[in-house]
């Protein structure tokens, strides 16, 4: 069965430094992507960044990138220079490529991240 | 970029009672799902649908819960009698070419 760990409730972080926020997934499938949301106090799922399994290098959006290592089977989200609007709370997901279709997203518990000014 | 609208945005209701939340998926996204989040809790599969059938459920997905796309472009999701502990967000999803994976805002339902 697949898996989305995210083993930090809550994350603080100063104002313009960089926060990592951990993830890893378990799955036996040998095709898969994995995803960032951001979910702010209003509620709605922003999509941050996405990581195929074959992806040969890190993604990267901006002031986000993605720490894949697949053999440790971790997806880490890296946020840098943190800003206040980053204050919210943060899932992680992966889905299967290997039964076909576009299979449904399965999420972790979330990390809540405040930055501090 | 186009957008997934739910309607409405927040709903109340008795137990008891029938509800229909809708969305307006993005045109030529054939892949729908349905998810729900308890608040504070983590975001929850409920059924995807798929040429107009559903293709995978959660065991959330009830006797209580169905889908359709009543017109060939909105999407419903109906929960027959409401109990207390379906208050949730619930998210609409829609996955094609060339926007990935797209959610709606969400309609907030409160069972009371």
């Known amino acids: 069965a697949q898996k989305i760990t995210q083993t930090q409730p809550g994350m603080f972080v100063q104002e313009k430094e960089a926060v990592t926020l951990d993830c890893t997934y378990d799955t036996s499938d040998p095709s898969y992507g994995l995803f960032w949301y951001k979910q702010p106090s209003s509620g709605e799922m922003i999509f941050l960044i996405y990581?195929?399994?074959?992806?040969?290098q890190n993604a990267t959006e901006g002031r986000y990138s993605l720490n894949f290592q697949k053999a440790r089977k971790s997806a880490n989200l890296v946020i840098s220079a943190s800003q206040l609007g980053d204050s919210a709370m943060y899932f992680c997901a992966m889905r299967s490529l290997f039964s076909g279709g576009y299979n449904k997203l399965i999420f972790g518990a979330g990390t809540r991240l405040a930055v501090h000014p | 970029e186009p957008e997934v609208t739910q309607t409405p945005s927040h709903q109340v209701t008795q137990m008891g009672q029938e509800v229909i939340l809708r969305c307006v998926p993005i045109s030529n996204h054939l892949y729908f799902y349905w998810y729900r989040q308890i608040l504070g809790q983590k975001v929850e599969f409920l059924v995807s649908f798929y040429n107009n059938e559903i293709s995978e459920k959660s065991e959330i997905f009830d006797d209580q819960f169905s889908v359709e796309r009543p017109d060939g472009s909105n999407f419903t999701l109906k929960i027959r009698s409401t109990k207390l502990e379906d208050s949730a967000m619930y998210f609409c999803a829609n996955y094609g070419t060339p926007y990935g994976y797209t959610f709606g805002s969400g309609t907030r339902l409160t069972v009371v």
């Open positions: 990581q195929g399994s074959y992806d040969q």
